[in-house]
Structure formats: structure tokens, C-alpha cells
T-cell receptor, first 112, second 113 residues
Framework: KNQVEQSPQSLIILEGKNCTLQ??????????LRWYKQDTGRGPVSLTI?????NTKSNGRYTATLDADTKQSSLHITASQLSDSASYIC???????????FGAGTRLAVHP | GAGVSQTPSNKVTEKGKYVELRCDPI?????LYWYRQSLGQGPEFLIY????????DSGLPNDRFFAVRPEGSVSTLKIQRTERGDSAVYLC???????????FGPGTRLLVL
């Protein structure tokens, strides 16, 4: 069964600190992996997208990594800001399918 | 508008009633998706349209759920005989094509009392 699991479920950090969110997937065949940011009461917004051949992708203070052999991805947030408080969702697209498989998300709270 | 819009933003209804949720995709996007998101969970796929036709409706939970996109733009998700378990945020997304990035709307929060 195609699944995406994320950890931790929730995380609290102080403003200015770094953090890393994890994503493990069992999706086959793999097409690509995206990280989305979802603010409370809003729809998800794409942060990064990586295909099989890409190991890392950056978007400002967000850096995503992908290990296609171990089927793991991480999202590293550098110098966190209060506005980073949101849910971060790992999403995997299976090759040949039109629908995305979503993880449950990690709820990040950045405190001053 | 520049993004995907959904109406209403909130909907409260009673068990057994019929509801319609509307999605206006980004202009020119041929692909449109409906998802359902329960509290504390990631979105779950419901149905995907390519143009006017439903290319994949495997995520619809039962025959109380139905969606249309008659002119290949606006889509309506219809839920008959609503149940309390239908309470969730219903998200719509659109993309330029099947393989492109999906852009999400803000969602409709449905509460069935």
C-alpha cells in the first residue's frame, strides 16, 4: 500500500533556531516528492519538488533532501521565523497516477 | 483571480441535508482535483478532472458524493444526505496539466450537525 509517514507529529522551537522534519514513504513506482506548507485555515502551498535524480533542493531558508534508495526525505528550516509556524506536509506522487499521496504533516510552532 | 477560489468558506448543515461546494480553478488549468482533509491529517484524494471528464474518481467514499465540471472550468462537489462524518475541510486544487504542480484553494470547512 502506498503510504507517506512523517515525524515528528508536532514540534516547538524558538525563533532563530533550525529544525529538520522527516518523511518516509513506501510509494512505488516513485515519480516525485514535494514538501508543502499549510498555514492554519489555508490550502497547502508547494515549497519544493524533487524527482528521483535530485538529492537536494533549496527554496530560501528551506532545504529538502531526498534519498531514493532508503525512501526518505527531510525538510530543514534554517533560522526559523514566527511566520514558519504551520503544518509541513510531505507529498509523494506515484508514477503513472494522477493523485498525490499526502503525509499527515508535522505541525511546527515557532515561539519568540 | 490569481489563485484557486472556493465557496463558501464555511458551511454548517444538518445531518441528512444536501450541500454543494464550489471551486473556481486558476484560469487555463485543465486539471482539477478535490481533496478532503480531516483535523490533524493530510488531504485525502477524492476525484480528479481532466477537462470536463472525471479521469479518476476512486477516492469518492460512497455514492452520496458526486462532482461535476460541465464546462471544464468551475467544479461543484455535491454531497447528498450528509452525515456527521462528512465534517472536514474540502480542498480543491488545479494544475496546468496532469504532471504539473497543483495549486490549492483555501478550502471549504463543512460542519454537519
Amino acid at each position: 500500500k502506498n503510504q507517506v509517514e512523517q515525524s515528528p507529529q508536532s514540534l516547538i522551537i524558538l525563533e532563530g533556531k533550525n529544525c529538520t522534519l522527516q518523511c518516509n514513504y513506501t510509494v512505488s513506482p516513485f515519480s516525485n516528492l514535494r514538501w508543502y506548507k499549510q498555514d492554519t485555515g489555508r490550502g497547502p502551498v508547494s515549497l519544493t519538488i524533487m524527482t528521483f535524480s535530485e538529492n537536494t533542493k533549496s527554496n530560501g531558508r528551506y532545504t529538502a533532501t531526498l534519498d531514493a534508495d532508503t525512501k526518505q526525505s527531510s525538510l530543514h528550516i534554517t533560522a526559523s521565523q514566527l511566520s514558519d509556524s504551520a503544518s509541513y506536509i510531505c507529498v509523494v506522487k506515484a508514477g503513472g497516477y494522477n493523485k498525490l499521496i499526502f503525509g499527515a504533516g508535522t505541525r511546527l510552532a515557532v515561539h519568540p | 483571480g490569481a489563485g484557486v477560489s472556493q465557496t463558501p468558506s464555511n458551511k454548517v448543515t444538518e445531518k441528512g441535508k444536501y450541500v454543494e461546494l464550489r471551486c473556481d480553478p486558476i484560469s487555463g488549468h485543465t486539471a482539477l482535483y478535490w481533496y478532503r482533509q480531516s483535523l490533524g491529517q493530510g488531504p485525502e484524494f477524492l476525484i480528479y478532472f481532466q477537462g470536463t471528464g472525471a479521469a479518476d474518481d476512486s477516492g469518492l467514499p460512497n455514492d452520496r458524493f458526486f462532482a461535476v465540471r460541465p464546462e471544464g472550468s468551475v467544479s461543484t462537489l455535491k454531497i447528498q444526505r450528509t452525515e456527521r462524518g462528512d465534517s472536514a475541510v474540502y480542498l480543491c486544487a488545479s494544475s496546468l496539466g496532469q504532471q504539473e504542480t497543483q495549486y490549492f484553494g483555501p478550502g471549504t470547512r463543512l460542519l454537519v450537525l
